[in-house]
């Protein structure tokens, strides 16, 4: 018997026509076997990805630093258009997760973790801007250090496809995420894909080149 996995919400994400391998990223944690694991998203805007964990009555730590994506408010789309974002504390509401979220309302790199969780997410967060001040090795280190023993690192990232991209580390190439996980790591999962035209949403609001990688990692000293 086919069993249909899709989890019906009543709300919905303003990211949620971009692009995403977040399903293989709940699939290992599925693999993981644990019933009731705790996962931290880092980036997690209005709630993409926190809402459905939440919803699978995972424990979830959500780390966004933007206040319109988590108080809600209006942001610029494509052709002057305003969209309205509920924010991630009203979706939760919305959908009655609140007890299984804790939020961090603050810059990843500036927030203090003082907790251990089962695997840690990031969804194209840090090449954005606000995390080129700092070394990219800082913001990774920084994720891998909240992972218990047998912890998942998953991350989808965006590659350079742009002259710009070039000079800045944020953007990974081919393979040189494996620089940052040592023996203590197994890889599990790596892919790249090709150059893909992606149309306008939030923060891009023309029709644009992306290229991203996919990552999961088990900690494993
Ligand atoms: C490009 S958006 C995420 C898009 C993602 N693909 C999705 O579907 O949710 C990146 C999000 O990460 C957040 N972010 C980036 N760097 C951050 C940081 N250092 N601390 C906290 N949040 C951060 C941004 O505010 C934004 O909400």
Redesign the pocket.
Known sequence: MTVNKTIMLSTK?I?QN?K?FFPLFESFIEKSDNPRPVVCI??A?DG??VVPLARKNYDIIA????PI?INGGVVEGPNKTKINVLGLKERLKIEQLSSSVKIIE????DADLPFLVDAVFT????D?T??HNSSLKEYINKMQVILKPSGLFCAEYMMPCEEKHLNVEHFLDERKINNFFNEDWQILEEFFTPVFIDEPHV?KIFPHNHRMGFFVAKKIK
Do not use: H
């Open positions: 994400s990211w971009t995403t880092v980036g805007s993409r990805f780390v966004e630093n933007d994506m603050n810059n990843f790199l969804s194209s967060t840090w954005c606000i995390n923060g």
